[in-house]
C-alpha cells in the first residue's frame, strides 16, 4: 500500500465546533520528515485554517517516536554528487510549516507520543501546548551531524529556556526526557504513556469550548511579546482587549460570573 506519511482526522464536538488530528505516519522511520510529508503537513494546516469551524489541532505522531526530524537517507551523497542546498528544503517547505502554525489563530496541541529529534523536536516547540509522554525525550540532534537547530529551534529554545540552556541543548546535543523538559519550562507536562492522547483530547475539547477569539488574541500578543517592548506591548493588549471586548464570548463570560453557572462560549463560526 501507498505510504500516507500524514494522516488527518475530524473530531466534531458539537454545531460549528471541531478539531483536527494531525498524525505523522512514517513509523518505520520514526516519522522522519520526508518531502511528500512536510506538503502534506502545510495542505493539512491550510485545511485546518480554512475551516472555520476548526477550534483546535492536535499534532502527534505514529508509533513508537514522535519526530526524527529530516529523513537522513535523503540527504546520502552518492559519490561525486554534490551537496543538497538545506536552505532550499528549509526555505521552500518547513519553514512555511512553522510560520502556518504560528499564523494559524487556534491553538495547536502537541502530544509528543515518543522521540522528538532535530527538526521534529523544534516542529513540537513550534506548537502552543506540548504535552509529552513520560517515555518522550527531546533531542537537538543537529550538532551532531554538522548543523545547527532549525524549525525555529535557535529562536523557540532561547525564547523558552534563556540562552545558557539553549546552548547547553543545541551544543552537547544530548537528550532532555520529559521530565526535565517540564520541569525547565520547555512542555506543558509530562504525563503517564497511557494517558497521554486521552489529555491531549480532552485539552482539544477544553479548547473547543473556549472562546475562540480570546484565545487567538493570547497566540498574537504571547508570540509578539518577544519583539515588542513594554509599550508597545501594552498598546497591543488595549488593542486586541478592546475587540475582545465587543465580543458575545466576553458577554456570555460576564453573564455567566454573575449567574454563577459555567460559560457557554463559541458557536458562531470563526473568520477565516
Ligand atoms: C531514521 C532517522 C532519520 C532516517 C531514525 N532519518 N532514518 C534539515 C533539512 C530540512 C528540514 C528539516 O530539518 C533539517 C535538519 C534536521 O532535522 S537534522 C536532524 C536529523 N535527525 C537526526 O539526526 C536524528 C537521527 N536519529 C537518531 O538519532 C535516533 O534514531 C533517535 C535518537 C531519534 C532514536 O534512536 P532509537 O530509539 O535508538 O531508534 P533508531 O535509531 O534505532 O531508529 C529507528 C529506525 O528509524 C532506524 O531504522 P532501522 O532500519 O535501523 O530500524 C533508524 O535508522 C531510523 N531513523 N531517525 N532522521
Known sequence: MEEQPIIVDVCEIGPHS????????????????????LLQLRAALEEAAG???????????????????????ERLLSPGAPPRDLGETLGELANPVVRQMRALPIPIVCAVNGVAAGAGA????????VLAARSASFLQAFARIGLLPDLGGTWSLTRLLGPARARGLAMLAEPLDAARAEEWGLIWKSVDDAELMGEAHA??????????????????AIDAASGNSLDQQLDLERDLQRELGFTPDFAEGVRAFLEKRPAAFGGTPREV
Not at 471541531?18 to 510529508?37: D, G, Q, S, T, W
Not at 485539552?203 to 498574537?220: F, G, S, Y
Open 18 to 37: 471541531r478539531y483536527r488530528v494531525i498524525r505523522l505516519n512514517r513509523p518505520e522511520r520514526l516519522n522522519a520528515f520526508v518531502k511528500a510529508m
Open 51 to 73: 475551516d472555520a469551524d476548526c477550534r483546535a489541532v492536535l499534532l502527534t505522531g505514529t508509533g513508537r517516536g514522535f519526530c526524527a526530524g529530516q529523513d537522513l537517507s
Open 122 to 129: 523544534n516542529l513540537a516547540f513550534a506548537c502552543d501546548i
Open 203 to 220: 485539552l482539544c475539547r477544553r479548547l473547543c469550548n473556549a472562546p475562540t477569539e480570546a484565545l487567538a488574541a493570547i497566540k498574537h
